[in-house]
């Protein structure tokens, strides 16, 4: 079921409808590396994250982990100046 597209577009619309109201950041947690990059991949197909980018900066989480602490600290940077 969670691999439904229907499932997937379903989530990507809920968290677009919540980076529209949500002031500052917004977080999105997943069960898995190999998970988060199935949904990122097919929202992108979707353009649910083009549509996302006119609400949010999106940072995504590496397995890497300067690159992840680089993006928790541009996040929190963004959250400061209100984007």
């Given at each position: 079921v969670?691999?439904?597209?229907?499932?997937?577009?379903?989530?990507?619309?809920?968290?677009?409808e919540?980076?529209?109201?949500?002031?500052?950041?917004l977080?999105?947690?997943?069960?898995?590396?190999?998970?988060?990059?199935?949904?990122?991949?097919?929202?992108?197909?979707?353009?649910?994250?083009?549509?996302?980018?006119?609400?949010?900066?999106?940072?995504i989480?590496?397995?890497?982990?300067?690159?992840?602490?680089?993006?928790?600290?541009?996040?929190?940077t963004?959250?400061?100046?209100?984007?």
């Open positions: 969670r691999s439904d597209p229907a499932v997937i577009r379903n989530f990507g619309n809920l968290l677009l919540l980076a529209k109201v949500t002031p500052d950041g977080l999105c947690f997943f069960t898995s590396y190999a998970y988060m990059e199935e949904i990122v991949s097919q929202w992108n197909d979707m353009d649910i994250l083009k549509l996302l980018t006119k609400y949010k900066l999106l940072f989480e590496t397995q890497n982990v300067a690159e992840t602490a680089q993006a928790l600290a541009n996040y929190r963004a959250c400061d100046v209100g984007r």
